[in-house]
């Protein structure tokens, strides 16, 4: 038998530093033993919960099967696990201390077979393996980051198109996580509203953040789907505070009456995410006379936001975030542009344009709230594998379906961006993988002052028709809507 035993005083309320510690997936970010961590039971975190870490320790890779044994809120946790070598029982106790909380930390091994005249140098290496994996849990929990900046590889890479291009896939995630540190902020006491929540990137981000307690309102088009959505994300969480608002977004009309449903409540927001999306390989107009890339991809974006902008400015700190795309790298801003017409009409190259415009937008609010509490901010998840690719992209999606993130490593910059303390430090930039990124891979996107000053003055003038019926299908090449956030 082996026990190691760690006390730590971290400057955070017992909740946050229990809540924490609690979701032992969090272990990969303070433990440096632990390559990978997965929570294999739905719900919340409670008595028969199951995790399996890996870990690499002095006897080698392990893969341990923890189960929560005992849990007392905000007192104390018990987990045993158990591997092809040993078992462990560890027991973590938390404390009010002057500073915030007191973490008393036991892990006792019992090995499987006899250590003989080795023990003694496997004690000292567990030993200080223990050790460094509890100040790393003290790091995590002192959440004292500096504001991101871009790595010199990324940077190098965005000089140059093909190798910045080449970091959406999948392996530029797997880069940029190995350098990534832990976000340990209490989402308990933040209320979070999704556009785009059905599946996809919005999904995933509503499961990770309802995941860290935050009140999620989800926007979502489709009522018949609302009652799953909750129920589903409910179940797999243990988070009873989410709600749905139902809003076709392609319709100012619709957006205009969410925005008077969310002002009626006065419930601050602390996080707004622009995610609602859809690539459509035909053109067509909305019931009020919109082009319909437009229509969802930039004007509603724009309305909803400024519409709930007193709700932001009410939180102690808010944050926008603007998911944008790759393919907005391939368009400068063009105002005249950006109600694609008829003629020549391509899909991709309408979504592109709206998505270089709501950049700009992400800029100049950034820059005009700077003095508000109200951090804005723009993401681009790479090439992630969503329904809507695979059904707006068919031709892209089976080219490069075997580089392309999941949904979860897609969103994860946005949770970042909603999450982490060290990312309210930094309010009008482009994030892929957690880095400011540039916004302009060819020097011919780059545009003009001029259209930049023209953009919200033309999205203000703006009038619609009243609702009727449209005059094409809002279809991405099968007769319906393909959501591609992103």
Avoid at 219 to 228: G, H
Avoid at 254 to 262: D, F
Avoid at 322 to 347: C, D, F, H, I
Avoid at 460 to 484: D, F, L, Q
Wanted: aromatic share 6%; net charge neutral.
């Amino acid at each position: 038998m082996i026990e190691l035993h760690e006390k730590i005083d971290v400057p955070r309320p017992v909740r946050e530093a229990f809540d924490y510690v609690k979701d032992f997936r969090t272990t990969q970010e303070w433990d440096a033993t632990a390559s990978a961590a997965e929570k294999l039971s739905a719900g919340p975190v409670e008595v028969g919960t199951r995790f399996r870490v890996t870990c690499d320790m002095p006897v080698g890779s392990v893969d341990l099967l923890y189960t929560v044994t005992h849990l007392e809120q905000d007192k104390s946790i018990e987990l045993h696990g158990s591997c092809r070598l040993f078992e462990v029982n560890d027991v973590i106790h938390f404390s009010s201390s002057s500073t915030g909380t007191h973490i008393d930390y036991r892990a006792t091994f019992n090995f499987h077979v006899p250590l003989g005249p080795t023990v003694a140098a496997l004690r000292k290496g567990m030993e200080k393996m223990g050790y460094e994996s509890v100040q790393g849990l003290k790091t995590a929990l002192e959440d004292n980051y500096p504001a991101p900046t871009v790595s010199a590889s990324n940077a190098r890479a965005d000089r140059w198109v093909l190798p910045g291009v080449a970091r959406f896939s999948r392996r530029g995630y797997t880069l940029g996580k190995r350098h990534w540190n832990p976000i340990s902020a209490w989402m308990g006491d933040k209320h979070v509203v999704i556009t785009g929540a059905t599946s996809g990137l919005g999904l995933a981000t509503a499961r990770s953040l309802a995941e860290r307690g935050a009140a999620l309102t989800l926007v979502i088009r489709n009522e018949s789907r609302a009652q799953d959505l909750v129920n589903t994300l409910q179940r797999e969480t243990g988070n009873p505070n989410i709600s749905v608002e139902i809003a076709d977004l392609s319709l100012m009309s619709e957006v205009q009456r969410l925005v008077e449903r969310l002002l009626r409540t006065g419930r601050p927001i602390d996080v707004l995410v622009n995610n609602a999306g859809a690539l459509f390989n035909e053109r067509a107009e909305t019931a009020e006379g919109l082009e319909q890339s437009f229509a969802l991809l930039l004007l509603s974006p724009y309305r909803l936001t400024l519409g709930v902008k007193p709700l932001l400015q009410a939180a102690p700190q808010a944050r926008v975030i603007n998911v944008v795309s790759g393919g907005m790298y391939t368009q400068p801003l063009k105002v005249r542009w950006l109600q694609a017409r008829e003629q020549n009409y391509s899909g991709s190259v309408a979504y592109a344009r709206c998505k270089r415009a709501l950049m700009v937008l992400s800029e100049q609010w950034a820059e005009a709230w700077k003095d508000e509490n109200i951090v804005v901010n723009a993401m681009h998840p790479g090439w992630a594998d969503t329904p809507g690719v695979e059904s707006a992209l068919p031709g892209f999606h089976r080219i490069t379906r075997r580089i392309l993130r999941s949904p979860e490593e897609g969103a994860d910059t946005i949770v970042w961006l909603a999450a982490a303390t060290e990312a309210a430090k930094v309010t009008g930039a482009l994030f892929l993988d957690r880095e400011p990124r540039t916004t302009h891979l060819l020097s011919k996107t780059e545009g003009d002052a001029q259209e930049r000053e023209a953009l919200q003055p033309y999205l203000e003038s703006i009038s619609v028709t009243a609702p009727r019926k449209s005059r094409a299908p809002r279809s991405a090449g099968n007769g319906k809507r393909a959501a591609v956030a992103g």
